[in-house]
């Protein structure tokens, strides 16, 4: 079936919207250095419920992506809008977790300071140390098995069901997975996120004790953190005019 271009839905303004910050936390990922060559993957969904969702193509940085190389694809990995392909490790894994975890932005990447700690006994953050990371507590899961790429359905739907509600997904020996309901509070997680896992391996590196807080304090700063959001979209428009986008439409 030829790709169709003339899906009215794909040319909306909530839809190029999207389009266009799905783009910004690209090109801000690639910034801040959170990408590794042109791998992984960020998509979002679209607002109609249909099991639709935009996600990045297959072969391009981070840093040269705009709107209009964003795909549209459906649940089961057709192309519906755009010129570029997809790669099929991005469909299993998140085609899953838009499917089974109904999340709606889905950032996987394999940035280094979190992804350093899935390799770790621990497997991931310890959301009681640093201030950064107790905006985490209670909302991360670990995924302390590792079955190679994700090339099939089976294993896209094992990761998706290990998320069991959380918004964060430590990958053991592979990487992370950060959602959000909204592509901008999505993407300042995923930044503070590599933060708190940063202050983490370098107090590691040290070799002195860590001091935790008590899971209380944790429960509390994550609460307060949660509870405001403006702070989130207030960075992410700071990037917008640090990474503009463009658009040829």
Partial sequence: MPVSQRDSSVHTADTLALRTDLALALRAAAYHG???????????????????????????????????????????????AGRHDVEATAMFIHGAIHRIARKTCVLHTHMPYATSLTVTSRRGLDTRL???????????????????????????????????????LF???HGIVV?????????????????????????????QTLEPVPDTMARHVAMQIQ?????????FESLRRLVPVASRR
């Fill in 179 to 207: 959602c959000g309901e909204r592509v901008d509070y999505a993407y300042d997680d995923l930044y503070f996120l590599e933060r708190a896992c940063q202050t983490e391996v370098l107090a590691l590196s040290t070799g």
């Fill in 34 to 80: 959170l990408e590794e060559g042109v791998c992984n993957h960020f998509s979002v969904a679209l607002p109609d419920g249909s099991d639709r969702f935009l996600i990045n193509p297959r072969g391009l940085h981070w840093s040269e992506i705009d709107a209009d190389d964003i795909v549209l694809v459906d649940a089961k990995g057709a192309r519906l």
């Fill in 130 to 168: 640093s201030q950064n990371a107790m905006r985490f507590h209670g909302r991360v899961a670990i995924d302390a098995r590792y079955d190679g790429l994700a090339l099939d359905t089976a294993e896209g739907e094992r990761i998706a069901r290990a998320m069991n509600g959380a918004d964060i």
């Fill in 227 to 235: 509870g405001e959001r403006l702070q989130s979209t207030l960075f």
């Fill in 171 to 173: 990958l053991g020996n």
